[in-house]
């Protein structure tokens, strides 16, 4: 219950609220880029500071590496599934979108485990950046594939999206550059670095996340009206998805032997659908896809689903298990 208290929580649901009867409540773009920026950066140095302290041990290592691990397995399998009932390009999408990360939605998951006492390795950040990725580069190798069957059949050429260009953009984006770069600056500058800090990207965090969150309701809201008339599958797997990953993250977290926090925090990342980073890439990657499709699933549904419900609920089931 208290954290459906939390004030941040609070703001969101209001948000989506306001965004439900269409009131003209809106957050000017450069601010919600501004705020966006300012998450990531906080968080970025507050991984880099724990690091710091920490050190890299066996079990940052083995954390990393299964969170690369369900980055690839997670929208392999998400196609597969979503291929029976959509064809390859929108299925590719939606995997794609599912198979990466919500940088907000891992955030308020670590304000959860800040609020609750429950420790995590500042290392999670950095597995929250290796996911983004191997989604998008999987899903343009599909949609590539489907490309050039199409054409088979038809006796067309087709064009293949370049997979170069698309590994460039993944690795230079400004957003996941400032995450990284945040946690060097942490991890170089220590505890002298933190004290100096702590007034910007400690002190205003919490606000800062709240007024986001504002923002993510009202846009929440006005999104899932793009799932109108959509197959039913698409609604099925907003709602399904998050909480089977997050169970095959507990299973992979429990086998390897990884503490509570940080299986939480992989299991949230597992269960969380990218609506940045990826629909940026696809627009122009996957012409042939609707965007209100995977935008209404991953930011109308399974954002809101998880900010809500699925953060205490994926804690509570691991504290049963781990």
């Known amino acids: 219950m208290a954290s459906f208290l939390d004030p941040a929580i609070l703001f969101f649901i209001f948000g989506a609220f306001a965004g439900a ?3 003209n409540l809106e957050i000017p773009q450069p601010i919600a880029r501004f705020l966006s920026l300012y998450l990531l950066m906080a968080l970025g140095l507050k991984g880099g ?31 597969q599934i979503l291929r029976t009932k959509l064809n390859a390009f929108d299925a590719a999408a939606i995997a794609a979108t599912y198979g990466s990360v919500s940088a907000v939605t891992f955030i308020t998951a670590t304000q ?5 006492n429950i420790s995590y390795g500042g290392h999670m950040a950095a597995a929250m950046a290796l996911m983004e990725s191997p989604a998008i580069i999987l899903a343009i190798l599909l949609a590539n594939k489907a490309r050039t069957a199409h054409a088979s059949q038809n006796q067309t050429q087709t064009q293949a999206t370049g997979i170069s260009k698309i590994l460039h953009e993944s690795f230079t984006d400004g957003a996941q550059l400032l995450l990284l770069g945040s946690m060097v600056v942490g991890l170089v500058s220590g505890d002298d670095g933190q004290k100096l800090m702590a007034p910007f990207s400690i002190d205003l965090f919490k606000g800062m996340l709240a007024f986001f969150l504002l923002d993510m309701g009202l846009m929440a809201a006005r999104n899932i009206q793009g799932l109108q008339g959509k197959p039913p599958i698409t609604l099925l797997y907003a709602i399904a998805s998050p909480l089977s990953h997050a169970l095959i993250a507990l299973a992979l977290c429990k086998l390897i032997g990884l503490p509570l926090g940080n299986t939480i925090l992989l299991m949230v990342l597992a269960s969380s659908a990218s609506y940045i980073a990826v629909p940026a890439v696809l627009r ?20 809101p689903f998880n900010i809500i419900l699925g953060i205490p609920l994926y804690a509570m089931i691991a504290k049963l298990v781990i």
């Open 21 to 23: 009867v269409k009131s």
């Open 49 to 79: 500071f724990a690091l710091h302290k920490s050190g890299f041990t066996a079990e940052i290592a083995l954390s990393l590496g299964l969170a690369v691990f369900l980055a690839i397995l997670i929208p392999i399998v998400g196609y």
């Open 112 to 116: 959860y485990l800040d609020q609750f």
């Open 284 to 303: 122009h990657a996957l012409p042939e896809v609707n965007p209100a499709i995977y935008m209404g699933m991953s930011l109308g549904i399974t954002f």
